[in-house]
């Protein structure tokens, strides 16, 4: 299970920070991520990192975002800063994992968080 949490109304300039933490039978977690979707439009990638701490952004929030995570706590953090109103949308967490030692890695979303950047 994946819960976000961080979410939320800010002015443009502003920042926030959203965690994603993931629970459960877990045995390993390879890549996290951060994806959005703005209303009416794809979901798109924001942010992911690696377990080795290896990230990639989107063109769009290079200079804002920081995305991060913590291994022990099987957590991932997205910063963002400096935010616009194009950056409005939900934001939702994924995870690449292993439940146990036998089983295929799979992938996981959370349901959610909404982000409101106000102009």
């Known amino acids: 299970q994946l819960v976000e949490s961080g979410g939320g109304l800010v002015q443009a300039g502003g920042a926030l920070r959203l965690s994603c933490a993931a629970s459960?039978?877990?045995?390993?977690?390879?890549?996290m991520g951060w994806y959005r979707q703005a209303s009416g439009k794809e979901r798109e990638l924001v942010a992911t990192i690696t377990n080795s701490g290896s990230t990639n952004y989107a063109d769009s929030v290079k200079g804002r975002f920081t995305i991060s995570r913590d291994n022990a706590k099987n957590t991932v953090y997205l910063q963002m800063n400096n935010l616009k109103a194009e950056d409005t949308a939900v934001y939702y967490c994924?995870?690449?994992?292993?439940?146990?030692?036998?089983?295929?890695?799979?992938?996981?979303w959370g349901r959610g968080t909404q982000v409101t950047v106000s102009s």
């Open positions: 459960g039978s877990i045995f390993s977690i390879n890549a």
């Open positions: 994924n995870a690449d994992l292993r439940t146990k030692a036998y089983f295929p890695r799979a992938n996981y």
